[in-house]
């Protein structure tokens, strides 16, 4: 039924054009090489980085989660080590071309890796970086112990989803099943349609995308019936809300995000549907124009009544789904707002209040959103404005988040101190999305695959 993709040589097809010196229209033969050629360099700088900070995970914390980069140790999420950097960083490396690199983590995951450990882990977490880094793994290489591992994982996190309801527990046991967290959320709820469906894709087994498909089903019958609204907190078993705010926040943010990506993906009307009828919901109650620029607030579910005017790192991958959507004209206006919070400090806080630009939480975790969101828009709009964005983005992690040995996350962007940890989602998400917007056209075909909420290409059939 499948040939395991030829190893890729059906998505390296080309996609990215290298853009164009002015807003929409075409380009002439030279406008394409000359612009190809200006942004090369960065590029190229982006693929060091991901290799200087991958070299300091194998010389300080090979075979851990993760790095911490001030102290030279590693760091394990659980008692024992899922070697998160490596699946995570994998196919960031292949894309990039780094053979060797990509070879030595290859070679970690598939001998050492165990999905058995008699542990409880996050469901959410480890189906995005875990599950989505292996069948993202498996499509490019063509390696079948990917998808053997994958197949494995699936099958002992599936059990989260035992609840009365059919919505997951946050927390499984990898070895024996036993559940625990019952007070989730719709991300941690509505964020396992990609990886279930491509693995359904992959193994003919129907019941993964059934059991994912249940799940934000049961969670979209139960938002609001007044605003069309989500909460931020629900018991999966009885599916009573339990937190009333809503917004596009964290906790929230990929319930809609693979909506429209499960449409995408698999051409899911029911999930189209659900999405267009989110969108509504999200623009109208949840939509603040301030200084003429776009931002998403925080409101009560049930009355849209606003609760407070935050926004922050994690909000900002809405202008990349605004533009996937095909409202340019506001993710332009919103893509504008994620460019102000960046610059307000030198890189983007955690958390901000829009209306007065004081920043209520000034960590910066490395996170990749507002860079995604420059991908997007450059590949709909080939605005080249889009293109000197990412490049500031890019040079601030640079200058302020690198060390001498990985890039730290920030305490606090208003002082800029350090923090010790290098989370695995910058190799595979903040990388790949810069090295993705300064790439050439070969390097992705964009309408062949559509990223996880942890950037790990699936393929689109």
């Known amino acids: ?101 990509a070879d030595s983590a290859k070679q970690l995951v598939l001998d050492s890796l165990r999905v058995d450990y008699h542990m409880s882990v996050s ?50 046991n990898l070895a024996t099943g036993a559940v625990s ?31 994912a498909k249940k799940a934000v089903v049961t969670l979209f019958k139960h938002r609001s019936p ?26 929230i943010d990929s319930y809609y995000e693979y909506l429209l990506k499960a449409w995408k993906l698999f051409g899911d009307e029911d999930c189209k549907r659900m999405w267009d009828s989110s969108l509504v919901a999200v623009n109208r109650y949840l939509s603040d124009t301030v200084g003429g620029t776009l931002w998403y607030g925080h409101r009560q579910m049930d009355t849209g009544t606003v609760l407070q005017p935050l926004y922050g790192a994690l909000d900002a991958f809405f202008a990349g789904a605004l ?11 919103l893509q504008a707002s994620n460019d102000k919070m960046w610059r307000l400090a030198g890189l983007e806080p955690e958390l901000l209040n829009y209306r007065t630009m004081h920043i209520e939480n000034g960590y910066y975790a490395l996170r990749p ?33 690198r060390t001498a040995h990985g890039y730290a996350a920030i305490k606090d962007v208003r002082n800029m101190l350090p923090d010790d940890l290098m989370e695995s989602f910058f190799l595979a998400e903040t990388l790949k999305y810069a090295y993705l917007l300064f790439a050439s056209e070969k390097t992705l075909d964009f309408n062949q695959v559509i990223f996880n909420t942890e950037a790990h290409p699936l393929r689109i059939r």
């Not at 533009?323 to 004209?329: H, L, V």
Request: proline share 3%; hydrophobic share 35%.
């Open 1 to 101: 039924m499948r040939k395991h993709f030829l190893a890729l040589g059906l998505l390296l097809c080309g996609f990215w054009g290298a853009g164009c010196h002015h807003r929409g229209g075409d380009q002439s033969a030279d406008q394409k090489d000359s612009l190809r050629a200006e942004y090369a360099p960065l590029a190229d700088s982006v693929k060091e980085e991901l290799r200087f900070a991958w070299n300091n995970y194998v010389r300080y914390a090979w075979g851990h989660d993760a790095l911490r980069p001030l102290s030279r140790t590693p760091y394990d999420w659980y008692a024992h080590s899922l070697l998160m950097t490596p699946v995570d960083a994998f196919d960031t490396m292949w894309l990039m071309g780094l053979t060797a690199e």
């Open 123 to 172: 469901q959410f977490e480890v189906t995005i970086r875990l599950l989505g880094g292996l069948l993202s793994a498996y499509e490019l290489d063509g390696d079948k112990g990917f998808l053997r591992l994958a197949t494995d994982l699936g099958n002992r996190l599936i059990k989260a989803f035992r609840s009365p309801t059919g919505m997951p527990y946050r927390f499984v």
């Open 181 to 211: 967290g019952k007070r989730s959320n719709p991300a941690e709820i509505g964020t396992m349609l990609l990886e279930y469906g491509t693995l359904t894709q992959l193994t003919g087994d129907s019941s993964y995308y059934k059991t």
């Open 226 to 251: 007044r605003t069309g609204l989500v909460g931020s907190g629900i018991n999966v078993e009885t599916g009573q809300w339990e937190q009333t705010e809503s917004s596009i926040s964290g906790g």
């Open 323 to 333: 533009a996937m959507s095909g409202d340019t004209i506001r993710a332009r206006s």
């Open 369 to 401: 959103e507002n860079l995604e969101s420059c991908y997007y828009l450059y590949h709909y709009t080939k605005d080249t404005l889009y293109l000197n964005m990412g490049r500031n983005f890019f040079e601030s992690l640079v200058r302020y988040c």
